[in-house]
């Protein structure tokens, strides 16, 4: 089974340049989720979709991020204007619905981008 | 408050030592509980689910108190290549997944 993938691995830009990342979740999954993880901390939730809709961005920073996920399959993010404080690994996920049949319950996620701001 | 809180550590154990990380949940209606673990520069992978009767693989035993809303992990007789984050996660009822700090490990020959 093929798993979450992401792209690109590693990027680098200036502050107040913009950039995009994308992820292409395990096939089936319903729910997709984006998360930030700085260094030495856990990965903090900025958005989940479940299909093509939104069901939680409440800590996203919608006034430089935001995301979509038009098909309710694959997804992109984007940063702009991108800050230092930005630089951070932005991890994809992906899992099935709680309670759907023969699915495990876990989430599965992509190798991240890693991404520099100078 | 945190949903998630866990102590970060470091731990720094001996080969063949027994080493538990615990974590605690703040909300009582969460749905599913895991212990995941992220090597340097990777992402986190699923260690193993935690189930209320408790559950065991191999060397790794975890934990669930619902009551006290608390998750324990265990490592028994730890080898060089447990070396590793540990992650406290939880899944809440709108399928969010929920991540503590993470606990760092590091087993000393």
């Known amino acids: 089974e093929a798993g979450v993938a992401q792209s690109p691995r590693y990027k680098i830009i200036e502050k107040r340049q913009s950039v995009a990342f994308w992820c292409n979740p395990i096939s089936g999954h319903a729910t997709l989720y984006w998360y930030q993880q700085i260094l030495g901390q856990g990965p903090k939730l900025l958005i989940q979709?479940?299909?093509?809709?939104?069901?939680?961005d409440s800590q996203l920073p919608k006034d430089r991020f935001s995301a979509e996920r038009l098909k309710g399959v694959d997804s992109t993010l984007k940063i702009q204007p991108a800050k230092l404080e930005d630089s951070a690994v932005y991890l994809c996920?992906?899992?099935?619905?709680?309670?759907?049949?023969?699915?495990?319950?876990?989430?599965?996620f992509g190798q991240g981008t890693r991404l520099t701001v100078v | 408050r945190k949903e998630v809180e866990q102590d970060p550590g470091p731990f720094n154990v001996p080969e063949g030592a027994t080493v538990a990380f615990n974590c605690t949940y703040s909300n009582s209606a969460s749905q599913s509980f895991f212990w995941y673990r992220q090597d340097c520069r990777k992402e986190p992978k699923l260690l193993m689910s935690?189930?209320?009767s408790g559950n065991e693989d191999g060397r790794f035993t975890a934990q669930l108190n619902r009551a006290s809303q608390y998750i324990s992990l265990l490592i028994r007789d730890s080898k060089l290549s447990d070396s590793a984050t540990y992650l406290c996660?939880?899944?809440?009822?709108?399928?969010?997944?929920?991540f503590g700090t993470g606990t760092s490990l590091t087993v000393i020959p």
């Open positions: 979709f479940q299909n093509n809709g939104v069901v939680d």
């Open positions: 996660v939880v899944r809440g009822y709108g399928n969010q997944f929920y």
């Open positions: 996920a992906s899992s099935s619905l709680l309670g759907q049949a023969g699915m495990n319950t876990e989430a599965f």
């Open positions: 935690v189930y209320s």
